[in-house]
């Protein structure tokens, strides 16, 4: 079988990404068009028309006399407001005009979404076929089971660590780290504890998770950060992250952080939210 990839690795945005990502921009468009209908139902009739006389804006209204013939008036400087609404109305008219294109063109391609895409093609073929063809990807279910049975080293713990188990029976560090692992294992998020991961400037480092969207296939790592308030790991901390960021993981993005300190404890409503915001 010939993979067709050829060598290029682009980021996966699927049909139902799409597919959200426009029934979005679509309630958006549909907000924005009465809107500037109920703008242009009381506003002057005609248009605005400007020229240029020695670099100076000259106004002029441009209508239809009762006869049906075009008329021109001049528009003096101290009509400013109905300059200004004449102005508003052209603009509202276009971007009414372009808003209803652009919906009627989201709603025609929202059509071909709800049926079949290029993603489904395998789904649909038989059980023979598909044991003989490649396709584009593999399952949601293959890739998480190849994801989480990854071998690796972690940091490993010294004899006299506390034994804090997670519900997956691993051991961890801190109380903290045992919440989050806990919180990303009741939301059936695949989670590697303690994975190495090789920074430019640093060398080896171990996150405290690493964390697969399952629906992006992305990695997402997680540093909970337990002792903002001792100057010492503070700088180390920090030093860490600013290694993260000059190596493409940014805060926000694929870099969660969950600081602490003795008197401002993780909060498990912060952890379920970052949770429904970046893992899901």
């Not at 969207?213 to 990695?219: A, D, F, G, L, Y």
């Amino acid at each position: 079988m010939i993979d067709d990839n050829d060598g290029f690795e682009s980021k996966k945005i699927s049909s139902d990404d799409v597919r959200s990502i426009l029934e979005a921009r679509g309630t958006y468009l549909a907000d924005l068009i009465k809107r500037k209908r109920d703008s242009l139902k009381e506003v002057p009739s005609g248009s605005l028309h400007i020229s240029k006389c020695r670099n100076k804006a000259q106004y002029y209204h441009y209508f239809i006399e009762k006869t049906g013939e075009a008329g021109k008036t001049y528009i003096p400087e101290s009509r400013k407001n109905f300059i200004y609404r004449l102005a508003q109305k052209d603009y509202d008219g276009k971007v009414l005009r372009e808003a209803e294109k652009e919906n009627r063109l989201i709603q025609n391609v929202l059509t071909y979404y709800r049926g079949q895409t290029a993603d489904t093609v395998f789904e649909r073929l038989s059980d023979s076929r598909q044991k003989i063809v490649m396709p584009l990807e593999k399952s949601q279910e293959e890739f998480v089971r190849e994801w989480s049975t990854v071998s690796y080293e972690g940091k490993g713990f010294a004899a006299d660590a506390a034994e804090l188990i997670t519900d997956r029976g691993e051991q961890v560090r801190s109380k903290s780290e045992l919440i989050i692992a806990n919180l990303l294992n009741q939301e059936k998020i695949p989670y590697r504890y303690e994975y190495p991961v090789s920074l430019q400037g640093l060398g080896i480092v171990y996150p405290d998770f690493t964390v697969l969207n399952v629906r992006t296939r992305e990695e997402i790592l997680w540093e909970h950060q337990g002792m903002m308030d001792d100057p010492e790991y503070a700088g180390k901390a920090i030093r860490k992250v600013q290694a993260y960021i000059m190596n493409g993981y940014l805060p926000g993005k694929n870099l969660i952080l969950t600081p602490e300190t003795r008197s401002i404890p993780l909060s498990v409503r912060v952890v379920r939210t970052l949770i429904r915001e970046f893992c899901i």
